[in-house]
Nanobody, 121 residues
């Protein structure tokens, strides 16, 4: 079973910053994409930012210019630097990984447990 372990959430004032971290499996055959989604009660989970093994990144329009996704090269670890946070960024943030764990296996989607981010004065 693939585990994704998130950390870095918390309470921050509007305009502040937080950095989320997600550590994936130590060994994975092929990691195709990794990133962050968020969800608030009563709404669907939405994409925040992802990176792909092809080298591209993708951001939600609402976070462009404020959030930056990065990764540790060669490791299944990803970070989300969040600056200029707004109250509407308040949500549970989930780490996501899409990949193949062992050679010959199927591509699967994996999720972390989520970390709460609250932006409030």
């Amino acid at each position: 079973q693939v585990q994704l372990v998130e950390s870095g959430g918390g309470l921050v004032q509007p305009g502040g910053s937080l950095r989320l971290s997600c550590v994936g499996p130590g060994s994975i055959f092929r990691l195709n994409r990794m990133g962050w989604y968020r969800q608030v009660p009563g709404k669907q989970r939405e994409l925040v930012a992802t990176w792909s093994s092809a080298g591209s990144t993708n951001y939600a329009d609402s976070v462009k210019g404020r959030f930056t996704i990065s990764r540790d090269n060669g490791k299944s670890t990803t970070y989300l630097q969040m600056n200029s946070l707004k109250p509407e960024d308040t949500a549970v943030y989930y780490c996501n990984a899409l990949g193949v764990v062992i050679a010959g296996g199927y591509e699967r989607n994996y999720w972390g447990q989520g970390t709460q981010v609250t932006v409030s004065s």
